[in-house]
């Protein structure tokens, strides 16, 4: 029994060493980087600017107004509203605006579908790169003008920096919270190694051919990790603006963000059992993004993790104070 203890501590401990590592590793390269500023440029692209919008009615309006007053000439830039089971009146307000507005037909609703039907459209395809938006999301008046410049300087693939909107309740502030540690250890981190950092959901922009061909294979849920695997098993790298801000509302009730995590986890596990067969080409061929990425969908989610290292930390004290040293530098580290 004392041998069998003995081993089931290291293996926990080595398993969970490995996890806590990675995010400390990307936590303190975080503060190391540097944002990438990009130089005026004469250039003007084109965009097309997706804003999904499922039940949105309370939102969509202020969100898509906003959007509109953009400091970037009006000719260089197109708005599709998806709207999907939103009110008439919505939707005849919306018809008001300079904008392309797209009645969802399609059976059971995803923000996969909407961005496949949007995709469809002359004011998608004749852009140069395509934005997509969620239907609270709100940004400055100079959001286009900082894409552009990435566009210029080459870029195919862009995320901005997302930040709530409100921080209003408990859960809104611990959801936003959550966000700005993976803004930084998932973006900024990654991205003072050289890699690319992850994608977020909303607030990214891609370039149109490349997105246009790949939208229709996005299935799941969790179409932000679906897109991130596309990209870099490409080869195409994700910059992240991170002085470009995104403002998303966050939600404000316990129910909500537990549905929430619990797509997520099941969106994690959906890319990596259809990446994980990839692994071993991307780190031959020196895909290191790539193969970074299913690293990190290796990872246990942070809840677990966290409940995992600090419940084997006090169990191992309770049955051997020198044993349970390594578990509390464990814990202070993660």
């Known amino acids: 029994m004392t041998t069998l203890f003995y081993f089931l501590d290291l293996l926990f401990f080595v398993l969970l060493a490995l996890s806590v590592g990675y995010l400390f590793v990307f936590a303190l390269a ?28 309370s939102v969509i309006l202020s969100a898509v107004r906003s959007f509109l007053e953009q400091d ?9 509203v998806v709207s999907d089971q939103m009110q008439k009146s919505t939707n005849e307000a919306l018809r008001t605006l300079p904008i392309r507005l797209l009645i969802a037909n399609y059976p059971n609703s995803s923000k996969a579908k909407a961005l496949a039907f949007a995709a469809r459209t002359d004011e998608i395809r004749s ?3 395509v934005i997509i938006m969620d239907a609270d999301n709100t940004t400055s008046n100079c959001f286009l003008q900082e894409m552009n410049k990435a566009f210029a300087g080459g870029c195919q693939a862009v995320q901005a920096h997302r930040v709530a909107k409100n921080r209003n ?20 981190g990654h991205l003072s190694f050289g890699l690319s950092c992850a994608l977020i959901g909303s607030g990214m922009a891609l370039q149109t051919t490349w997105f246009v061909r790949h939208v229709n294979q996005l299935k799941t849920a969790g179409e932000d990790k679906e897109l991130e695997a596309l990209l870099l098993r490409d080869r195409i790298r994700i910059e992240y603006l991170e002085d470009l801000r995104v403002e998303d509302e966050k939600t404000q009730k316990k129910e909500v963000i537990g549905q929430q995590r ?40 942070r809840l677990i993790l966290i409940g995992s290292v600090f419940l084997l ?6 049955f051997s104070t020198v044993m349970s040293l390594k578990w509390w530098i464990l814990s202070l580290i993660l």
């Open 30 to 57: 975080s503060k190391f980087g540097h944002p990438h500023r990009y130089p005026q440029t004469a250039m003007l692209h084109t965009f097309g600017i997706i804003f999904p919008a499922y039940k949105e009615d």
């Open 72 to 80: 970037y000439p009006a000719d260089r830039y197109y708005i599709v």
């Open 127 to 129: 852009s140069d790169a």
């Open 169 to 188: 309740t408990d859960i809104a502030l611990l959801d936003a919270v959550s966000e700005e540690i993976n803004n930084s250890i998932f973006r900024r």
């Open 262 to 301: 619990k797509r997520w986890i099941a969106a994690q596990f959906g890319a990596l059992r259809a990446s994980l067969p990839d692994f071993p080409n991307a780190l031959l061929t020196g895909n290191f993004s790539y193969a970074d990425k299913i690293i990190q969908w290796m990872l246990p989610p």
């Open 313 to 318: 930390t006090l169990l191992c004290t309770v």
